[in-house]
């Protein structure tokens, strides 16, 4: 086998490997479930809130950012939280004290999972709770 072939097949298994390498990302279905807390969940104020979030992907999860403020105020994150993640299966956990604000506190919590590799695919869910 001369060069010239070599380099052929060569080239031919490059492309081989670039075209059939990713799945086809637009069909990626994710999956969002809040475990903890539960949408509409009104939790006892004084009490450490487990936050506990799972995701699944058909293909791969890119990026994962987890936001938890108080309703409408968006500028104070409690939790401000973004990953870059290569996985079909991803959990966030985390455990915040929330008993310095007010009872009856309602709080947004907010989940943005990126699809693709260019970022340019994305699927959100959102919950509400309180504290009392």
Do not use: W
């Not at 104070?76 to 973004?82: P, S």
């Amino acid at each position: 086998m001369n060069t010239v072939q070599r380099l052929m097949i060569s080239l031919s298994l490059i492309v081989l490997f670039v075209f059939t390498g990713c799945k086809n990302e637009k069909d990626n279905i994710i999956t969002i479930e809040f475990e903890e807390p539960t949408a509409g969940q009104v939790l006892p104020k004084g009490t450490p809130v487990d936050i506990h979030i799972h995701f699944t992907a058909t293909d791969e999860i890119h990026d994962v950012e987890v936001i938890l403020h108080p309703d409408g105020d968006t500028n104070n994150k409690i939790i401000n939280f973004d990953e870059h993640v290569h996985e079909a299966e991803y959990v966030f956990e985390q455990t915040v004290d929330l008993s310095t604000f007010a009872t009856g506190t309602k709080f947004h919590l907010e989940v943005v999972v990126t699809k693709d590799h260019d970022g340019t695919e994305t699927q959100s869910d959102d919950i509400e709770f309180s504290i009392n």
